[in-house]
């Protein structure tokens, strides 16, 4: 599985973003879609997970402010990022694996290259 994240970009406190997660050479279908991201001089953390059955998962930080969905037609998971803040600023991938557990990186096999993402205060 080829994963390729797209949608990051710089903008201001309270903006939106989407994030994208385009998957090729295999379908996404059964499979839980993990995004994680990683802010300069931090470890990489969990961010959000949706499972093949769609049900979805959030880090305490993002629960309520960002929304994750997967449209399987598309090979696609997306990431709807809203009332950012600058400590969101970070390089954000998307991870694909069997199980939908954000603390757990291992489950995880196939990973993208990740996209950046600058919130300005």
């Known amino acids: 599985v080829q994963l390729q994240a797209s949608g990051g970009g710089l903008v201001q406190t309270g903006d939106s973003l989407r994030l994208s997660c385009a998957a090729s050479g295999e379908s996404l279908d059964y499979y839980a879609i993990g995004w994680f991201r990683q802010a300069p001089g931090k470890e990489r953390e969990g961010v959000s997970c949706i499972s093949s059955g769609g049900d979805s998962t959030y880090s305490q930080s993002v629960k309520g402010r960002f929304t994750i969905s997967r449209d399987d037609a598309k090979n696609t998971v997306y990431l709807q990022m809203n009332s950012l803040k600058p400590e969101d600023t970070a390089v954000y991938y998307c991870?694909?694996?069997?199980?939908?557990?954000?603390?757990?990186?291992?489950?995880?096999?196939?990973w993208g290259q990740g996209t950046q993402v600058t919130v300005s205060s």
């Open positions: 991870a694909v694996g069997l199980r939908c557990i954000l603390h757990i990186e291992d489950l995880y096999d196939y």
